[in-house]
């Protein structure tokens, strides 16, 4: 239970936060070697890595309470 929890806001995160970071960066208009290139892709890392932590939080608690550890 604990594990889906962490694991359902993922979805929504990506969809509302990360998703819009995606959508400039595909922006046929931004330049490769700019500034704001550089602005997204270090904003949009380290989106992904609070997405990619809260999966693994999630795998975590999932693996504990398999091996019964919780």
Same mark, same amino acid.
């Given at each position: 239970m604990v594990a889906g929890l962490l !694991?359902?806001?993922?979805?929504?995160?990506? !969809?509302v936060v990360v998703f819009p970071t995606n959508t400039q960066l !595909?922006?046929?208009s931004l330049k490769p070697g700019s500034a704001r290139t550089a602005a997204l892709l270090t904003r949009w890392g380290r989106l992904?890595?609070?997405?990619?932590?809260?999966?693994?939080?999630?795998?975590v608690v999932l693996l504990l309470h398999l091996g019964g550890m919780l």
């Open positions: !694991l359902g806001p993922v979805i929504p995160f990506t !969809l !595909l922006d046929p992904h890595a609070v997405r990619s932590g809260v999966a693994v939080m999630a795998l």
